[in-house]
Structure formats: structure tokens, C-alpha cells
């Protein structure tokens, strides 16, 4: 079953096209890393899909309804950020009992737990956390809701590593026990990717690419050695990345599908294959062709 | 459990070669049930569906079969598949960069193959390759 169907979605801001013609569909009880530079719509699109923002053209679907306005869709989702609203005058208990009285998966004893764990005083204000804190209370809340389809925006923002090791865990846990929709959004790709089913990577409010994390790992391999003897291998194949090594060496990434006789082919010259992290591939699918950071150093 | 992220192997890869390794081993046997995907999933740090394809590789290799609703168990000849898979896929490319490099360095066959049985001499006894060189 589709959760969520994007046709031909569009959202501008004045003049600003945030997000541009993009259609895509969310399978249920999917865990998807949405992934993107700075300004690639990442935030805008989870909000249209959560009901928060008005779409201005195109088609959006969340539970086979209009978000806006959606009892429905409101009822089934829960939108982390680190922007959330509570009451000043609640605790940090008295949030969580709230949230219990909206979501019908609401987890008291695993809000609670996570709470101790993270050493989160049931008593502090929400306001009075250090900005890591508020962001691991945020994430104790989307993880405790079990909601249908469970939204995070960037939330590991100010976490120190071992709390957002300890989240991500959690969550994959959680998810184990209890499958649900699960969107996640970072720009730290290294970080989620092993919790990942899908990635959905965004450039620039289009949709860059769609796909299990398994295929994008192997998307892409770089070769390494004497350049004439790289690009005579490579003839014909997509490149996502060259550079220069040395005198007469280059680094060269492209798309992966060679044979296993011509990778043998590939040892035989003396090449050295090496793997690409998925977080680069994605670095050179959404650079552009503005050059690399050291062009803006080499204008005279 | 520490997978390697960073090699050229896929999770999955290493998920269904650490099963292999715990059936060669004898910690699950024959006609035994073997961990399911949520396990691996939990045990590993990984998506259940990349645990998944791990299971899925030894199925199609024959070395895992489907229960339906029951979940996945060790097929009667698994050892044996593992082996001779094993051989093929790992040995001989060990075998080839070996030759490779040995060519490279104008080593002959004859020595090689002195190297080889001496080597085979020192793991036996559990001795380091480089104790005799001091």
C-alpha cells in the first residue's frame, strides 16, 4: 500500500520554486532517508505531506487524502522537528500525557523509559533544555507516538554522537517490534544509512534519485591509477567525478557496471578499484557544474 | 555485532557470510531454524530488508530453505555448498592476485610454491610468518 503519492507536486515561495514538479509515492511501513543539500525542499516537502503547508499546484496524497485539513492525516502522523510548539506551563510528563490522549499507539512505559535513559527530568520545561536535550525529548515523543507514518526533520540537530548512536538504534528497535512509515530527513547520510530501506535524495526541489540504500551503495565505483589507462577502461561509461592525482594519475567515479571479466581486467592493468560511500555519491550527484570549492579560490 | 561499512563488500553480503560462518562452525545445524531478518536486523544495527537479502542470497543458493509462515532453515548439504562456493569465489581471486603480484615481482612458480608449503608448515605448528626472519 502507498502512504504517501506526490504527482507533479509544486510549492513556491514568492519566486522561489522549493519544490518542482515532483512525483513519487512512499510505500507503507518503509523505513526512507529523504536526503539533500542546504535549500533542496527536504523540510517543505515533509510539510506539505504532513498537512502543515498549503502545496500550489500538482497532486499530494497522504492516506489516499489531502493532507490540509485532514482529520485523518493528523490523526495518523507525527511531524518531529525543532520547531515544536508546547504549552509553556507543561512539563515534560505532562507533554508526554498529552501526546498520549492524541495518538492511539501512544507508548507511556517506553516514553517514560527513554526519558530516564536519556536523563530527561519528567519535571524540567521543555524551554529550560540545552538545544541537544530538546531535540532528544522531540525524537523520545516520535518514537513513543507509533503513529502510521512518523516524521523526522533533521532531528539529531545539537546531539552529542552517543545520544544520536542510542536514537538511531531506538528507533530501528522500535520499528522492529512495531513496522510503521518512517521518513527521515539529514544531510548526514553516513549516519542513517544502515537503518535505511529507501533513499529519496532531492536537488534543487526535483527528485534526484529514488531507491533501496542496497542499490545506491552499488550505483557508483572509483578507479584509481594511470589516467590514459582509466579512461580507455571507462570509455563509455557515466561519470560522476574526475580528478587529477599526481602527473599522469586520476580518481574517477562511475557508474558501476562492469563485468566481472572486465574487472578482472581492470586488476590485471594495475588499477585499484575502490568502493564510493554512498554520502559522496551524493555529494557528486547534487554538486553541480559550478566546480568544486577550489575554483572560487583559483579566479584571478 | 560491527559490520564493516566502509569496504567494497554490501551489508548484505557480510550479513549472509557471517551465517555462512556460524553454519561451517556448527552453531546452527542442519535442518535448524536460523535467525530471522528482525533478528539480524536488531543484532547487526541494519533495515530488516537488508537482512533480508542477506537470507535471500543463501536461499537461492541453496543453502537455506523456506518454511512458509515458519521462517527459514539450514538445507540438509549446506556445509558442503558453503565450501565449494567458497573455494570458487573466494580462493580463486585470492589464488589470482597472488600469481599477479608474485609476476610483478618476477617470482618464479617454483618459489611460489616453496612459499605457499612453507607457510602451510608455520600456520600448522601456530607460528608467525615473521619469527623466522630475525
Not at chain 1, 164 to 188: C, E, G, M
Not at chain 1, 274 to 296: F, N
Not at chain 2, 30 to 46: C, D, G, H, P, V
Amino acid at each position: 500500500m502507498k502512504v504517501i503519492e506526490c504527482n507533479r507536486l509544486s510549492k513556491s515561495y514568492e519566486r522561489i520554486r522549493a519544490i518542482n514538479d515532483l512525483s513519487l509515492s512512499i510505500e507503507e511501513n518503509k523505513i526512507t532517508g529523504l536526503i539533500g543539500r542546504n535549500g533542496a525542499g527536504k523540510t517543505t516537502l515533509l510539510k506539505i505531506i504532513a498537512g502543515l503547508l498549503h502545496k500550489t499546484s500538482g497532486e499530494i496524497r497522504v492516506f489516499s487524502e489531502e493532507p490540509f485539513n485532514s482529520l485523518k492525516v493528523s490523526a495518523n502522523i507525527i511531524f518531529i522537528d525543532d520547531n515544536l510548539a508546547f504549552p509553556k506551563s507543561f512539563c515534560l510528563e505532562d507533554i508526554l500525557e498529552a501526546a498520549g490522549t492524541f495518538y492511539e499507539n501512544w507508548d507511556m512505559s517506553l516514553a517514560r523509559g527513554l526519558l530516564e535513559y536519556f536523563a530527561l527530568h519528567p519535571k524540567q520545561f521543555h524551554k529550560n533544555l540545552s538545544k541537544g536535550m530538546q531535540s532528544t525529548f522531540n525524537v523520545i515523543l516520535g518514537i513513543s507516538s507509533r503513529c502510521p507514518l512518523t516524521i523526522f526533520d533533521e532531528p539529531t540537530v545539537g546531539m552529542d554522537g552517543a545520544v544520536r548512536k542510542d536514537f538511531y538504534r531506538a528507533l530501528l528497535k522500535d520499528y522492529v517490534q512495531n513496522p510503521r512509515t518512517i521518513i527521515l530527513s539529514s544531510h548526514l547520510l553516513n549516519e542513517i544509512e544502515n537503518i535505511l530501506e529507501d533513499i529519496l535524495l532531492l536537488n534543487k526541489g526535483e527528485k534526484c534519485l529514488h531507491m533501496p540504500i542496497t542499490d545506491l551503495k552499488e550505483l557508483a565505483v572509483g578507479l584509481r591509477g594511470k589516467k590514459e589507462i582509466v579512461d580507455e577502461l571507462t570509455k563509455d561509461m557515466e561519470t560522476y567525478h574526475q580528478e587529477t592525482l599526481g602527473k599522469d594519475s586520476c580518481f574517477k567515479v562511475v557508474k558501476n557496471n562492469f563485468s566481472q571479466i572486465e574487472l578482472q581486467h581492470v586488476k590485471k592493468a594495475g588499477i585499484e578499484m575502490l568502493p564510493v560511500a554512498a554520502e559522496d555519491i551524493y555529494i557528486y550527484l547534487t554538486s553541480g557544474d559550478k566546480g568544486g570549492i577550489d575554483d572560487v579560490f583559483n579566479r584571478s | 555485532m560491527k559490520l564493516n561499512t566502509e569496504g567494497m563488500k554490501p551489508l548484505y553480503v557480510q550479513v549472509s557470510q557471517w551465517l555462512e560462518t556460524e553454519i561451517l562452525s556448527g552453531n546452527i545445524k542442519e535442518n535448524e531454524k536460523i535467525y530471522s531478518q528482525y533478528q539480524l536486523a536488531e543484532m547487526f544495527n541494519i533495515n530488516p530488508a537488508t537482512a533480508a537479502k542477506g537470507l535471500n542470497i543463501l536461499a537461492n543458493e541453496k543453502i537455506l530453505y523456506k518454511k512458509r509462515g515458519l521462517g527459514m532453515f539450514v538445507e540438509t548439504n549446506a556445509k558442503e555448498n558453503i565450501l565449494r562456493k567458497r573455494k570458487d569465489q573466494n580462493l580463486k581471486p585470492l589464488v589470482w592476485e597472488l600469481v599477479m603480484e608474485s609476476e610483478r615481482l618476477g617470482v618464479t612458480e617454483y618459489e611460489l610454491v616453496d612459499m605457499i608449503k612453507t607457510a602451510g608448515i608455520q600456520i600448522r605448528e601456530g607460528r608467525n610468518y615473521e619469527s623466522d626472519r630475525v
